[in-house]
């Protein structure tokens, strides 16, 4: 009834979005398909050449795609068993306290990435607190090198996406009534048999949700990598952003970002399909997400 | 069993804990340690750097004395204090200027039946989808390619690029449930279309406007990724500013900075949830 | 004078219809009720008269104007909605002023009005208070003062009362036709509860599926009503279909004969009904009354039903004083005038 005028309102989110983000996306994924010659000018015939110079070439493979995906998804792992125990803890201890714990895991989210990773860099460093913990309990002679490495890129990962996970699961955990575990219970379930059979498979929707959200971000890791890394562990994100500022190679910085956005999309399409089949397979699980 | 399945729909009772069965002290003993543990893996480091920065030596944990000096040290660096200010800038300009996108969108999104509707909704929360370091690639590319120097004004557009499914889904979850009976009655009262817009939905879109403002904030002050790509040098954000701290001058004055931010960061949050609740309600 | 005249309005959603040429008159301070199952139509009529909702055909006048064009910001209307619809970020006061302020009223009229309004539903002394620390009777109350403070030329009430509960509801019933009086509001009232219809109007409109049924005052409605479909709908009703002997009595299929209550044209197979307090149950003679066995009894408190079985069908009769106490199982008779009803022939 009130008209037409409203749907100007979406100009302005429509036209920004069409001018700094569809445009510049469908640039790239037009650039992949081009070249540049040594001097960094563009060559703009078409060519595949960028793909098969990443795709066959096993150090563009290895050690950075398959490195970018295989952390990712072992940092994912890592998260959802820790955020889910964290949320887990959160959700089973009493109701005055969950508002502040809760508020304790956005703490992180709200503080500086590059002062969250400073923070790792202090923990895991030479003289740091696990290198003293670990060798004045004899587990290390002397201090191990913690930093600059996979596992520092890992624990950095880990750290970045538990709250996520944390907040994704505690919500689905939160809208599980205790009485349904109760009622497994009063028919001989034991508590953690309970747990196993009621809650577990009810917070399902909280866990793939959380580990997309965990995936997604760790997959683009962009920070992480840099500074715990140290320059040894590559990731997609970083060789992007190297290889089209500093080796001025726009056409190969443009494949890879591709290459990277059709992991992340595989990724989404991956999860509605898990989605997808688990509401059609256990219709409950639909109406406790 | 049917019973307790219907339990999975029906409302939560008030205090959502119908006793039946005490845990044991051993589950109990098992549920702090968890806590404990879960929240020292995930606050412990920001408390040790935070330590740090009272350590007069250098970037070493336990400190080794007591010093306030790192932090006179900040005042000292005035590339730091630019970038605070660029940042606070920037932040503030993509706060506002995201926002008020996302909730003219969000409006226009409410009233507009046409075909593109799908679509529309679709992009506007697709930058959430998308990670952020290919939006300012691609960003960085074409400006590239353009020949445009880095500027300000990109740099803003892409803040609010990365960060606009924010204010959208807010603003929208809020219409959602937002009964529509609420601006008629302005109209039978003699309002404009306008007018109940600015008098009645506006005022009540508050609850969801406000937290946007502050969490598209946040983002872009803490945004690397997308200023890494395209800040200009006049424009250095305090997250570049910090990391170019960690490369030549990694002494404790870094920490003293980081400590200022979580701090910041930190009254930022609970005054946040003080204005809107963030967390589960409480009563 | 008419104050509002609905001609011929229709109203399409997409394939559905739900008015169909709709033709209505209301006077000058008549309180009219329009009254029907929900999905009826009666609240998309009221949103059109309101401007809410614009007709897809014919014409609405308000006080001798046309308005079917006009948006409803220019119609001069009061209107309360089911579930208040109360500003929440505003206080009582600034819910009943706003409409004032949009009009531009200066400052100290705007605080007498308000006053004044607020005194006629007696909240003047929360004026200051937010709606959700409000009673939901008192919030009702604020979405009264805030349709009346404009001295609207029409009241529309959509459903007002369905959000209390029944005891406030009653004394709202009180106060909203005491009020209705004193300001001589014209008044239309949206419900689907046919007591509050019948007992506050002066004229009910009994709608169903997007066509009036009948219009007429409560007593007409209810003991005269024209359709089985009124006839249900208003109260409780026990029907009768059989075949018009000697213009005055109803031959059932079974060989029973009922009285009617008004003529019928000898020979037309129609329906006809009875409502519980019309019927005196007897003794069983050759009179060739409808036959029962009496079930139970029924005890309410300030009053009594009797259930009785007719054929395959349980139908309620009152009690009243001084009728013989029947046992359970016990053979009854029907003594009743039934109501034949115009339309009886076609619902056969």
Known sequence: MIGRSKTLLLVPSVSILAAFFVVPLIWVVGLSFMSSDGTGKLVTDFTLGNYTRFLTDAYYLDALLWRTVRLAAIATLFSVVIGYFGALAIVRSAPSWQPWLILLVMLPLWVNLVVRTLSLMVVLGRTGPVNQFLVWTGIADRPIPLLFNETAVLIGMVQVAVPFVVMSIYGVLQSIPRQLEHAAMTVGATPLSAFRRVTLPLSMPGILAGSVLAFGINVESFVVPILLGGGRVRFMSVAAYETATVSNNLPFAATIGVILLVVTMAMLALYQWAVRSMTRARPVLATAG | MGGALDDARAPRPRDGRVILMRPSPAFIALRYATLALFFLFLLAPLGVLVAVSFNPTAMIFPPQGFTLKWYAVILDKPDFLHAAWASTKLAALTAVLGTACGVFAALGLKNYGGPLKGAISGLLMSPLFIPAVIVALALFQIIFTLGIQANVWVLLAAHIVVTLPYPVRNVMAQLDGFDQRLEEAALTVGATPRQALLRVTLPLLRASIVPSLVIVFILSWNNYTVSVFLADKNWTTLPLQLRAYLQYEYEPFVAAMSTVLIVASTVLLFVMDRLVGLGPKRK | ?348
């Open chain 3, 1 to 348: 004078m008419q104050q509002i005249r609905i001609a011929g309005v229709s109203k399409r959603f997409d394939d559905y219809l739900a008015l169909d040429r709709v033709t209505l008159d209301v006077e000058g301070g008549e309180f009219l009720s329009i009254l029907g199952p929900s999905g009826c139509g009666k609240s998309t009529l009221l949103r059109i008269i309101a401007g809410l909702e614009m007709p897809s055909d014919g014409d609405v006048h308000i006080a001798g104007k046309r308005v079917t064009g006009d948006p409803v910001w220019k119609r001069e209307i009061g209107f309360v909605f089911q579930n208040f619809a109360l500003w929440p970020h505003l206080s009582v006061f600034r819910n009943v002023s706003m409409g004032l302020e949009l009009r531009k009223v200066s400052k100290a009229e705007i605080d007498t009005r308000v006053r004044e309004a607020l005194r006629l539903v007696q909240l003047d002394a929360l004026a200051n208070r937010l709606p959700a620390q409000l009673s939901g009777g008192q919030q009702q109350r604020v979405a009264l003062a805030r349709a009346v403070v404009l001295k609207p030329k029409v009241l529309l009430l959509d459903e007002p009362l369905s959000a209390l509960d029944k005891n406030l509801r009653q004394d709202m019933q009180v106060e909203l036709k005491s009020l209705q009086r004193t300001l001589g509001l014209t008044s239309i009232f949206v419900t689907h509860d046919q007591e509050e219809a019948l007992s506050l109007s002066d004229r009910v409109v009994v709608m169903n599926k997007g066509v009036i049924e009948q219009v007429g005052t409560p007593q007409e409605i209810y003991s005269t009503p024209r359709t089985e479909y009124v006839a249900g709908f208003v109260g409780e009703a026990c029907f009768f279909h059989g075949i018009v002997e000697g213009g005055n009595v109803l031959r059932l299929a079974d060989g029973a004969a009922v009285p009617l209550a008004a003529p019928a044209p000898t020979g037309a197979r129609i329906a006809a009904f009875v409502r519980p307090e019309w019927i005196k149950l007897e003794t069983p003679s050759n009179g060739g009354a409808p036959a029962g066995v009496f079930e139970r009894l029924i005890y309410f408190g300030q009053s009594s039903d009797y259930l009785v079985r007719l054929g395959d069908r349980q139908i309620r009769v009152k009690h009243r004083d001084g009728d013989r106490v029947f046992a359970n199982g016990e053979a009854v008779a029907l003594n009743c005038k039934a109501w034949p009803l115009a339309a009886g022939a076609q619902a056969l």
